[in-house]
């Protein structure tokens, strides 16, 4: 792999930077892809027997992590954009209604389009590959 495919797989673990709402979704259904052929695929793994069954216990495990470690990080990047903490994650440990106000605030609400305390904006960083500064 060359650096910039390594770049674009750094970007899905990193929690620095920003991420617009169309990469949002982006990544959400590519991790919504991936957890549904994986899992049915760990499932079957767990019919084959004992080994079958651990073998399909560590691939959950590791499956598990890197949902969850993308997820949060995507999420961060996300609130980076609209110039807020990541911090505001926390949002979504409130019962019943957390999960759901951070969904629409993430997948909804515009970022800042200029320079934040966390980076260029989208529109920003185009026009700049341009030559083309505000």
């Known amino acids: 792999m060359d650096g910039s495919h390594m770049e674009i797989l750094g970007k899905f ?76 994650m926390l949002i979504s440990l409130v019962p019943l209604v957390g999960g759901l106000i951070v969904l629409i605030w993430l997948g909804f609400v515009p970022g800042t389009t200029r320079r934040n305390s966390y980076g260029r904006g989208g529109t920003e960083a185009i026009m700049s590959r341009r030559g083309v500064y505000y």
């Open 13 to 88: 673990f990193s929690f620095e930077g920003r991420v617009a709402r169309g990469q949002y979704w982006i990544t959400c259904a590519v991790l919504a892809v991936v957890t549904a052929i994986a899992y049915p695929s760990l499932w079957f793994i767990s019919t084959l027997g004992n080994a079958g069954h651990i073998a399909s216990v560590i691939g959950t495990a590791f499956g598990l992590f890197f949902l969850l470690w993308v997820s949060i990080a995507v999420s961060i990047r996300r609130w980076h954009d609209m110039d807020r903490s990541g911090a505001m």
